[in-house]
C-alpha cells in the first residue's frame, strides 16, 4: 500500500483546511486508515482513523483534542480518505502523515499501522 498525503498549507486561526490521503496498491478488502500529527519537537500523536471491511462500513474514531473539529471522509472511487479540518487552532501546527494498515484495527500509536505516507504541513497562525 502507497499512501500519499496532501493538502497542507498555512491558514489563520478559526479557518479551515482539507487535507487528503491517496492510495494506491492492495487497497482492497479490510482496511484501516489513520491520521497522526507531528508538532516540532513533539511525539507523533494520533488525530482519527477509519475502518472497513466487507462486514462494517466506515467506523471513524477521533481523538479528543479534535473531536467535533475535525471530519474523515473516504472517496472509494478515488482510494482516497480526507481530513476536513475546521476552526483550526494555532496547536493544531504539524505535519500531518496518513497511515494505513491492511485489517481492521482499533490502534491510536505509531505501532500499529505498517504503512505511511509522508506527510503535509499544516500551519495555524494566530
Known amino acids: 500500500v502507497q499512501l500519499q498525503a496532501s493538502g497542507g498549507g498555512m491558514v489563520q486561526a478559526g479557518g479551515s483546511l482539507r487535507l487528503s490521503c491517496a492510495r494506491s496498491?492492495?487497497?482492497?478488502?479490510?482496511?484501516?486508515v489513520a491520521w497522526f500529527r507531528q508538532a516540532p519537537g513533539k511525539e507523533r500523536e494520533f488525530v482519527g482513523r477509519?475502518?472497513?471491511?466487507?462486514?462494517?462500513?466506515?467506523?471513524?474514531y477521533y481523538a479528543d483534542s479534535v473531536k467535533g473539529r475535525f471530519t474523515i471522509s473516504t472517496d472509494n472511487a478515488k482510494n482516497a480518505v480526507y481530513l476536513q479540518m475546521n476552526s483550526l487552532k494555532p496547536e493544531d501546527t504539524a505535519v500531518y502523515y496518513c497511515?494505513?494498515?491492511?485489517?481492521?484495527?482499533?490502534?491510536?500509536?505509531?505501532?500499529?499501522?505498517?504503512?505511511w505516507g509522508k506527510g503535509t504541513l499544516v500551519t495555524v497562525s494566530s
Open positions: 477509519i475502518a472497513w471491511s466487507s462486514w462494517s462500513d466506515g467506523n471513524i
Open positions: 496498491g492492495r487497497t482492497g478488502g479490510s482496511h484501516t
Open positions: 497511515a494505513a494498515d491492511r485489517r481492521v484495527t482499533l490502534a491510536t500509536t505509531v505501532s500499529g499501522y505498517r504503512y
